[in-house]
Every structure is written in structure tokens, then in C-alpha cells.
């Protein structure tokens, strides 16, 4: 069977509408505190607001993408730890949020022991692969057209699940002195997991955070990252907005607390360079 996840409309139930082919992206940076979080939140939210059909999945164990969708800890009594575990399906875990659609598979904190759990498991790196290829036959999954993966900050079994999953791979990446150290390594990783577990595994894109206009360092870490990545670097810099960091605590993505903020923005224009992207996305064979 092949290792490739993307699902060709022929593949999914017929509707009296097209469906679209699913994607799978893996947001994936090992460095805590780069906005990764909050890009899965916003980019989902940017991406359901033009129209497309998206689920996040929400892979670390601390639930922040779950928490910042407004799940409170009393919904989450089926969780990815659930799903990975192989004690719930995927359907089961999805819980739709707030924002029209746009669904999650919300996060509790047992999945800090399943990397132990499944230490000795054949199949340990492709838990989440297995899962995500029920979707075709889900009555309720079979309209989405993009799942967003929202990984833990490390380079660990629960990353290397996602990264076996996804069809490409999104970076977020803030505008500080050691962004290109941190880079290289999940370069490394992304290539090792191509060669062993997902050949057709891709770098999406690059998308810079935390940009500040009035700091000379951000405007160097940009010029350094878009000469050593090229085009991989999407044009859209995610701002550091007030507004996009206070979102999350009151349970809701940026899109909704604040439409008009300047990282809301950012966000509509970054799904936009997405689904562009995505459109030079050859079909699968």
C-alpha cells in the first residue's frame, strides 16, 4: 500500500457537489514559542472562512490549539490520545468549534505517555497515517478538504507521526537570532522521515512570525531565511499583533476576536498564498 495520504476525489463518497482532494499539513517546529499554535488556530480559521472545509488535529499533549478553538477540558472526553491509542476512531474525536467549517480533534494531556505506550508497536510510526485514511469513508469527514497538524514543540514519536501522515510540511518560524539553527534540524528530520516512512512528504512553505517592522534583527533573520529557503518562504510575514496574542484566552482564534487586527489580516493572506500553493500541487498518481 502505498505511503502517500492524499485522497484523489475519485477516491471519496460522490455528492451532488465536487469534493475536493484532501491535504494533510504538518505544522512543525521543534522550537517552542514560534507561533505554531496560533498559525494551526488562525490558518484554519483564514482557510474555513474562504470556503474550504478544514480539520485541526491536535497533537500536543499541553492542548493550546484546543484551548485557543474555545474546547473546554470537559469536552475533550475523546481526545488524540484516544485516537492514537487505537481506542477511538477519528470520527469519533472530531468535535466541531465555534468557527463555521472548521472541526478539531481536540488534545489532553495522556498523550504525554503514548510516545512510551507505543515504544514497542510495529505500526508506532504510522498511528496517525492509519487513522487519517478512514476519512474517506466517514459520512461526517468526507467533505474536508485540508487537515492542519498541530505537532508538540520537539522532534519526538507524536512529530514523526505527523510528518508520516502529512503530504507537505508548514514551518512557522519567528524572526529571531537562532530561526536558521532550528531550521536546518527539522530540515534533517524532514528528510529522513521522506527516505524511511513518507517519500512524498514536501516543504509547503515557510511562513515568518513574530515580524517586527522597527527591529533590525527581523528585517536580517528575513533576508537570511529567504536566501537560504527561496521560494519555500511565503511572501505573507505574520506580524507581532497585541491583538492575535490575547485571541487565545478568550477561547477564540484571532479571525473572530479581532477581524480587522493587523495579524488577522496576515492570516487571510497567508490562506490565500496557501491554496495558491496548493493549486501547483500536481495530482496524485
Do not use: W
Not at 494531556?109 to 485514511?133: F, I, K, P, V
Not at 519555500?232 to 479581532?258: C, F, Q, W
Amino acid at each position: 500500500m502505498s505511503d502517500a495520504t492524499t485522497v484523489d476525489a475519485s477516491e471519496r463518497p460522490a455528492t451532488g457537489q465536487p469534493v475536493k482532494p484532501l491535504r494533510i499539513l504538518a505544522l512543525a517546529n521543534q522550537k517552542g514559542g514560534v507561533g505554531k499554535t496560533t498559525t494551526a488556530i488562525n490558518l484554519g480559521t483564514a482557510l474555513a472562512a474562504i470556503g474550504e472545509e478544514v480539520l485541526v488535529v491536535d497533537l500536543d499533549p499541553q492542548g493550546n490549539a484546543s484551548t485557543g478553538l474555545g474546547i473546554e477540558k470537559a469536552r475533550r472526553r475523546i481526545s488524540t490520545y484516544d485516537l492514537m491509542a487505537g481506542e477511538a476512531s477519528l470520527a469519533q474525536t472530531v468535535i466541531p468549534t465555534a468557527v463555521p467549517r472548521l472541526s478539531i480533534a481536540p488534545s489532553t494531556m495522556d498523550l504525554l505517555g503514548l510516545e512510551m505506550e507505543m515504544a514497542t508497536s510495529q505500526d508506532r510510526a504510522h498511528r496517525l497515517r492509519n487513522a487519517l485514511r478512514s476519512m474517506a469513508k466517514s459520512e461526517s469527514l468526507k467533505r474536508i478538504s485540508y487537515v492542519l497538524i498541530d505537532c508538540p514543540p520537539s522532534l519526538n514519536l507524536l512529530t514523526i507521526n505527523a510528518l508520516a501522515a502529512a503530504d507537505a510540511v508548514l514551518v512557522p518560524l519567528q524572526c529571531e537570532f537562532f530561526a536558521l539553527e532550528g531550521l536546518s534540524q527539522l530540515l534533517r528530520t524532514v528528510e529522513q522521515v521522506r527516505g524511511a516512512l513518507n517519500p512524498r512528504l514536501t516543504i509547503q512553505g515557510i511562513v515568518l512570525t513574530m515580524f517586527d517592522p522597527r527591529n533590525n534583527l527581523s528585517a536580517q533573520v528575513v533576508a537570511d531565511v529567504r536566501g537560504f529557503m527561496g521560494d519555500k518562504v511565503y511572501e505573507t510575514m505574520i506580524p507581532r499583533n497585541v491583538r492575535v496574542s490575547e485571541a487565545p484566552s478568550h477561547g477564540k482564534p484571532a479571525l473572530l476576536y479581532d477581524l480587522k487586527c493587523a495579524g488577522s489580516q496576515a492570516y487571510l493572506r497567508l490562506a490565500s498564498e496557501v491554496i495558491q500553493r496548493e493549486g501547483r500541487v500536481p495530482a496524485a498518481a
